[in-house]
């Protein structure tokens, strides 16, 4: 399943969840699913901002990937683990938007990822940007991450959708 298949099942997803469902926290330092869309999206672009500053790149970068870089992309996919990231970069996403919203700024990234498909191919695999944890990464290697995160937060949504089936 490619990035834009993945992240169209989530936006259609969305039409399943009432704005009670959207907000709700089903316990403390748990996500609600509006706010495992928000981190979603905002992590998405995120990337594919990365994309467009290896497009940009003048110079190359022969530093390389970190041993867990190496291994997340040999695997295609982020371990099957819930990932704590710092304290610094882990304040709680926004849970706020409506579905409406949700879905529009869903739409959005869809069109964004769609957009840059057609020009990753063409930028220099040497142009990199450095991920905190992954190491270098190239315009390729962020666009499919895009799809790897993504995918990666769908246990998390059959989580979250498993709370709700206790609650609403």
């Known amino acids: 399943m490619g990035g834009t298949e993945v992240l169209y099942t989530l936006k259609k997803d969305l039409n399943n969840y009432s704005p009670e469902q959207l907000r709700h926290i089903p316990e403390e330092g748990v996500w609600s699913i509006g706010q495992m869309y ?3 999206v905002l992590v998405a672009h995120e990337y594919l901002d990365n994309v ?32 704590k990231l710092p304290d610094e970069m882990n304040s709680p996403p926004n849970n706020t938007d409506s579905k409406e919203d949700l879905i529009n700024r869903m739409e959005g990234l869809i069109q964004r990822l769609r957009r840059q ?4 191919e063409a930028i220099s695999p040497y142009y990199k940007v450095e991920h905190g944890g992954f190491g270098w990464l190239n315009a390729r290697e962020w666009f499919d991450l895009v799809e790897m995160h993504s ?3 769908l246990r998390q949504k059959e989580e979250l959708e498993s709370y709700l089936r206790k609650n609403f």
């Open 151 to 153: 995918r990666h937060h």
């Open 117 to 120: 498909e057609s020009e990753v």
């Open 52 to 83: 467009e500053i290896c497009a940009a790149a003048n110079e190359e970068q022969l530093l390389g990937k970190t041993p867990f870089g190496k291994e997340l992309f040999k695997n295609k996919r982020f371990p099957p683990i819930k990932i």
């Open 38 to 40: 928000d981190h979603i």
